[in-house]
């Protein structure tokens, strides 16, 4: 008897969202491709949510159902107001050319930095400046990042994941020496 | 028993007759809380993977978006085991969750 009901009162409830359900037309100005012809739909149009760590999402509240995506550029690139990079420390200060070994002062400063931070776990990236190859400049960043991660791990942090992004990442231009030494870096992502 | 249930009826259609008349404005939440949805209070769900979402209980709605590195990677933090939500997730509403 339970089921039958609420089977009825299901079909009641559709029924009357359908009828009330009517479709408007989206204007043209509601997309980004101010000339595209109108096209037949609902307006959704979201709002911004900024998640803990500075992040946008695309946010809607239909009435009933609430909707979230989160906001990226086309190339996939989350849209950030701040990041959680939490240190980029410069790899010539770590690292001689070439060599993924870090220097006694370096491992020293790396350990009180892990030992200090309070993340849950870390994210470390390293980058490398645009001279000698692609292919090289991808192996000898994993491998700095990954002798940071081991110095982390040694003072008991969490490594989330380790990456080498090699020269394709840039943060500045490579065209001046300036620009090249601060390229050559490995990022720390605190999570929190 | 007959009668709880027809209470439960006009119930749900007074609230469905507010709700579903085409929402204008999808960027405010509305009824008995409402407020612009960019007071959102979220926690983080842990998927199947070991990856974060960031995880938001309003009371009617729920949220549920990926957490993203600045490279647009997942982020799998490890603050707690798979298929687990942690932190203020059900804080933003006032409005009581039975379920």
């Not at chain 1, 559709?14 to 479709?23: C, D, E, R, Y």
Request: some cysteine.
């Amino acid at each position: 008897m339970t089921t039958k009901y609420s089977k009825a009162v299901l079909a009641g409830i559709a029924g009357l969202a359908v009828a009330l359900h009517v479709p408007t037309m989206g204007s043209a100005a509601d997309g980004d491709q101010g000339n595209a012809p109108a096209t037949i739909g609902e307006a959704y149009v979201p709002t911004i949510w900024v998640d803990p760590d500075g992040c946008e999402h695309w946010v809607m509240d239909d009435g009933w159902e609430g909707y979230m995506t989160p906001r990226v550029t086309r190339d996939g690139i989350p849209v950030c107001r701040r990041g959680n990079t939490c240190a980029v420390m410069n790899s010539d200060q770590l690292f001689a050319t070439d060599s993924a070994r870090i220097s006694a002062q370096g491992k020293a400063r790396l350990a009180e930095f892990f030992r200090t931070a309070g993340a849950t776990s870390y994210v470390i990236a390293g980058h490398t400046d645009s001279r000698a190859s692609d292919e090289y400049n991808m192996r000898l960043s994993l491998n700095r990042a990954n002798s940071v991660a081991r110095v982390a791990q040694g003072v008991g942090a969490r490594i989330a994941d380790v990456r080498g992004y090699g020269e394709r990442m840039p943060k500045a231009s490579n065209r001046s020496a300036a620009g090249m030494r601060e390229n050559r870096r490995v990022e720390i992502i605190c999570l929190r | 028993m007959r009668l709880a249930n027809g209470t439960a009826l006009v119930i749900a259609a007074a609230i469905l007759a507010a709700c579903v008349d085409s929402k204008g404005d999808k960027t405010v939440d509305r009824g008995f809380d409402s407020k612009p949805l960019s007071q959102l209070k979220a926690g983080i769900w842990i998927d199947p993977t070991g990856c974060d979402h960031w995880i938001i209980d309003d009371g009617v709605e729920g949220y549920l978006s990926a957490r993203l590195d600045k490279y647009g990677k997942p982020v799998c933090s490890g603050a707690a085991p798979p298929n687990t939500a942690i932190g203020p997730y059900k804080s933003g509403s006032a409005v009581s969750d039975p379920i």
